[in-house]
């Protein structure tokens, strides 16, 4: 293997397991019960949830900026999927959690694609 699709192929084995397992955060922390979250002051989840989104999709704009579309439109759609789900584990969905989830994913790409600018594309 050269060394060009050994790059490659490290870069999309990184991609991928940060993916995952920033998402099986996201769930699990949205899906927890709320009596065993800490509380803080008034509306600092939605900050946490645009960190967790952005988290999940600075990867993707930093290794395969290629796909931001179509894995930022897949990032919203698993807030959304979270928010809906959430009574389920006696949580409450909210809109503006949804909101924030996808103002992160745009943070996240911004930061992805500059930083991609930055340190690899100079």
Known sequence: ????????AHSRTVWLLLSI???ATIATLTLMPQASMPVGPQG????YHMAAFAAL?????????????????????????IEAIQPVFGRSAD??????????????IFLGLATRRIFFEL
């Open 21 to 23: 397992v920033l998402a």
């Open 57 to 81: 999709i600075f990867p993707t704009a930093l290794l395969r900026p290629k796909w931001c579309l179509r894995f930022g439109c897949l990032a919203i759609l698993y807030g959304g999927i």
């Open 95 to 108: 809109m503006s959690d949804f909101w924030a989830d996808g103002l992160g994913v745009a943070m996240g």
């Open 44 to 47: 600092v989840d939605k900050l």
């Open 1 to 8: 293997m050269n060394t060009i699709t050994a790059t490659f």
